[in-house]
C-alpha cells in the first residue's frame, strides 16, 4: 500500500484529490467584501439582507403582480414565460451534482432545476417594457421544497437573494430575504454565476444526461425541464450571468469611478447613447472620451473597480468518479448518505459536514477579479449602454426624430440633480430623456413599492396556531396566497401572532363573500370566489367539503357580518 501511495504522490494525484477543510462558511461570511467600505457606491448601496426603503427585487414586482406564487414549479416557469413578448420559455438546466448549498439533497432522480430570464419587453404607449435577460435567476431543489432566487433590484442598483421556502404540495410557500453575506460567500462581489465550458455538471453533457434518465428510469421531462438539452443551452446561461455580471461594476463605474463630478456622468451617458446608436463607428479616441477619461482619472479610486469573478470552474462530477482518483477519493472520503446536506439554506452545519469539494472546483474559495479596471479605460460607457433595451432605443430614437445629435443634446437639458452621485437606473434615465426631448415620462411595473407589503428576512419565525384555532382551515387554504403575499392588498392574513392574524381576518368582511360558494358558484361573481379555481387549494378544499359540508360556514363565521353584533 505504501509503494502505491508514493506513486500516487509522485503522480500529483493525492494533491489532485485532497480536500480542503478550509473555514466553514459561517467563517466565511464574516469576513469583509472586496469593496472599501469608505467607497461612494458602498454608501449608496449597501449590503443589508432586506432591500433600502421603497426598493424591491425584479422577482418581488412579478409575484405581487401575479397574486401568488405558482405552484408546481413549472406554473412558476412558465409564469416567467408569460412576460416574453415572444412567448418563449426561459432557459432551464438540470444540475445532478452541483455546488449549491443545497447540493446535499440533488441526485440524478432529482436534479437541481436552473431558469433564467431570456428576454426584452416592448415599451407600450403608456409603460416601459421589461428588460429581465441577466437579471432573473432561479434554482429549485425539489427534495429540499426551496427556491432560491436571485433577481435584480432596479432601484438599489442590486441584485437580492431570495427564497421561497416550504414549496412543496399543500404546503404553505414563504418568499423571503436570505442572509446576504452567506450567499455572497459563493456568489462573490453579490453576482449571478454558472461553471464554464464545456459545462459537464449540466444536461447539455451526453453523460449527465444519461445519468438522470438511467436514474429516473424514463426520458420524460422533469418539472417540465428536458432531461438532455443542446450545449447550447448552458452557454446561453453562461451568456446571461457574465452579462448580469457586469452590472454591479457598471453602479461602480457610474458612483465611484465620476465621484461627484456631475459632467463625469453626462459625459458618460452621452457617449453610451453615441455607442448605442452606431457601435462600429464609436470613436474611443473622441474629444469627449479624452474628456471622460480625464474626469474619470481625477476620481478613480486608489485599488481601482474591479469586475466579479462570475465564472466557475467546469466540473465534472462524472468523470471525478471514475478511474484511480475516484477510487482514491471514495476510499479516503468519508461517503455522504443519501439525502444528507442542508435541507434549507439556513442549515449551514449541515452543509459544512458535506465532504469538501477541491478548492479549485470550490466556490466558496477566494477568486481573483474578472478583470480589474482602469481610469483609461471606457467600459462605464459601455455597461450604460448594455443596460438599455432594443426597445429603450427604438423609442429614443423615436421620440428625437431618429436624430442622434438631438438625441445626445437632451442629455444637457436634464437637471443636474439626476448626475448627483446616485444609483444609476435605466428606467429613470429613459424617462429623463424623454422628457429632455418633449415626450411624456412612461410608468414601469417595477419601481413603485406604495403596494407591496414589507419585505421579509429569513429565519423569521411562522405564526404557531392552537390546537383548536379556528384559523386552521385559513392556514390550509388561504395563507399561501394573502400570508406572505408581496402585494399589500393581498396580504391580509399577515401578522406576528395567531391573535395578530386573527384581526387582521376579521377585518375583512369580503371575506365573507369570497367564502360564499352557495351563493355564487355558477354566476357572473364566480370568478370572486376563493380559493381561486384553478388552484391546489381549491381541489383540496373541494375534497374537504365532502367530509365536512358546512366546512365553508365555519370558516366564513369567524369574519363578522354586517349585522353581527
Known amino acids: 500500500m505504501r509503494a502505491v501511495v508514493a506513486a500516487m504522490l509522485a503522480a500529483g494525484l493525492l494533491a489532485a484529490c485532497g480536500d480542503d477543510e478550509g473555514s466553514g462558511i459561517r467563517q466565511l461570511a464574516k469576513q469583509p467584501g472586496a469593496l472599501a467600505h469608505d467607497a461612494p457606491s458602498a454608501a449608496l448601496i449597501p449590503a ?23 405552484y408546481p414549479f413549472d406554473r412558476l416557469v412558465a409564469l416567467i414565460g408569460k412576460q416574453d413578448p415572444d412567448g418563449a420559455a426561459p432557459l432551464t438546466l438540470l444540475v445532478p451534482q452541483g455546488r449549491s448549498l443545497l447540493k446535499g439533497l440533488a441526485d440524478e432522480a432529482h436534479p437541481r432545476v436552473l431558469v433564467a430570464a431570456d428576454f426584452q419587453a416592448a415599451a407600450t404607449p403608456a409603460s416601459l417594457g421589461l428588460n429581465p435577460r441577466g437579471q432573473l435567476f432561479l434554482g429549485f431543489v425539489e427534495n429540499a421544497s426551496e427556491i432560491e432566487v436571485l433577481s435584480y433590484n432596479e432601484a438599489a442598483g442590486r441584485y437580492e437573494f431570495q427564497l421561497v421556502q416550504n ?59 428536458p432531461l438532455a438539452n443542446p450545449l447550447g443551452v448552458p452557454e446561453r446561461f453562461d451568456q446571461l450571468t457574465d452579462v448580469g455580471g457586469f ?15 456631475a459632467d463625469c456622468r453626462r459625459i458618460m451617458l452621452k457617449l453610451a447613447l453615441r455607442w448605442l446608436d452606431n457601435p462600429a463607428g464609436f470613436d474611443a479616441q473622441s474629444a469627449e472620451a479624452q474628456q471622460l477619461r480625464a474626469l474619470q482619472a481625477a476620481s478613480w479610486p486608489a485599488g481601482g473597480i474591479a469586475v466579479a469573478e462570475s465564472d466557475l470552474a467546469n466540473r465534472d462530477p462524472i468523470e471525478e468518479a471514475r478511474g484511480i482518483k475516484g477510487w482514491w477519493r471514495r476510499l479516503t472520503t468519508r461517503q455522504p448518505k443519501p439525502g444528507e446536506g442542508a435541507r434549507t439554506n439556513e442549515d449551514l452545519d449541515a452543509f459544512d459536514r458535506l465532504p469538501k469539494l477541491q478548492a479549485a472546483f470550490d466556490p466558496l474559495s477566494p477568486r481573483p477579479p474578472k478583470r480589474l479596471l482602469a481610469a483609461a479605460e471606457l467600459d462605464g460607457v459601455y455597461g450604460l449602454a448594455a443596460l438599455f433595451s432594443d426597445a429603450d432605443r427604438q423609442l429614443l430614437e423615436a421620440a428625437a ?20 452621485p446616485a444609483v444609476y437606473s435605466r428606467v429613470k434615465t429613459v424617462n429623463a430623456l424623454l422628457a429632455a426631448l418633449g415626450s411624456a415620462p412612461l410608468n414601469y411595473c417595477c419601481l413603485d413599492t406604495s403596494e407591496l407589503s414589507p419585505p421579509v428576512a429569513s429565519g423569521e419565525p411562522p405564526v404557531v396556531l392552537a390546537a383548536n384555532s379556528p384559523l386552521h382551515p385559513y392556514e390550509q387554504y388561504c395563507f399561501a396566497c394573502h400570508r406572505g403575499n408581496p402585494s399589500k392588498k393581498l396580504n391580509f392574513m399577515s401578522g406576528a ?33 376563493m380559493p ?33 353584533f
Open 401 to 420: 426624430g431618429s436624430d442622434a445629435a438631438r438625441l445626445e443634446a437632451a442629455v444637457d437639458r436634464i437637471d443636474e440633480h439626476f448626475f448627483a
Open 167 to 225: 414549496y412543496c404540495a399543500g404546503c404553505i410557500p414563504k418568499l423571503v430575504y436570505a442572509r446576504r453575506a452567506v450567499c455572497t460567500t459563493c456568489h462573490q462581489g453579490a453576482v449571478p454565476i454558472f461553471p464554464q465550458r464545456p459545462w459537464n455538471e449540466t444536461n447539455g453533457a451526453p453523460a449527465t444526461a444519461a445519468a438522470i434518465s438511467a436514474a429516473r428510469g424514463d426520458r420524460q421531462p422533469y418539472l417540465g425541464v
Open 532 to 564: 381561486p379555481a384553478d388552484s391546489l387549494q381549491h381541489e383540496r378544499l373541494q375534497a374537504a367539503l365532502a367530509q365536512n359540508p358546512k366546512l365553508l360556514d365555519e370558516m366564513r363565521a369567524v369574519v363578522p357580518g354586517m349585522f353581527d
Open 497 to 529: 401572532d395567531e391573535a395578530a392574524v386573527l384581526a387582521n381576518i376579521k377585518a375583512k368582511d369580503a371575506i365573507r363573500e369570497a367564502l360564499d360558494w352557495q351563493r355564487y358558484q355558477g354566476t357572473d361573481r364566480a370568478n370572486k370566489l
Open 247 to 261: 452590472i454591479p461594476a457598471t453602479q461602480r463605474l457610474w458612483i465611484d469611478a465620476c465621484g461627484t463630478s
Open 48 to 70: 443589508d439582507d432586506l432591500p433600502p426603503d421603497g426598493t424591491r427585487s425584479l422577482f418581488d414586482h412579478l409575484i405581487a403582480a401575479n397574486g401568488q406564487i405558482p
